[in-house]
């Protein structure tokens, strides 16, 4: 499967984006799909998944980010609601058939990456 992000851009404190996450080759309602985040000199972070073991959320974005499904389109969506700047960082989405519970939130189970999108939230 091949994923394609994008929605990213420059938002102000407060703010809110959708970004989404294309996918082709493969039928997006068999994988779980993660969203991570690499903020400039920091590492690889999980954001958030849903698959068949539900959602999960980093407690960072929890309450703010929520990730949604649309099989119809084949796209998955996160949107982000009240940004801060500590957000700021290039997206990516990732899918996997072969993760476990306890794997959603390791970057290191994901098999399939798509190209980042940047999102830039000023103060």
């Known amino acids: 499967v091949q994923l394609q992000a994008s929605g990213g851009g420059l938002a102000q404190h407060g703010a809110s984006l959708r970004l989404s996450c294309v996918a082709s080759?493969?039928?997006?309602?068999?994988?779980?799909i993660g969203w991570f985040r690499q903020a400039p000199g920091k590492e690889r972070e999980f954001v958030a998944a849903?698959?068949?073991?539900?959602?999960v959320y980093a407690d960072s974005v929890k309450g703010r980010f929520t990730i949604s499904r649309d099989n119809a389109e084949n796209t998955v969506h996160l949107q982000m609601n009240s940004l801060k700047p500590e957000d700021t960082a290039v997206y990516y989405c990732a899918a996997s058939q072969r993760l476990i519970l306890s794997t959603r939130t390791d970057a290191s189970a994901y098999n399939y990456w798509g190209r980042g999108t940047q999102v830039t939230v000023s103060s």
């Open positions: 849903n698959g068949r073991h539900g959602t």
């Open positions: 080759g493969g039928t997006v309602r068999t994988y779980t």
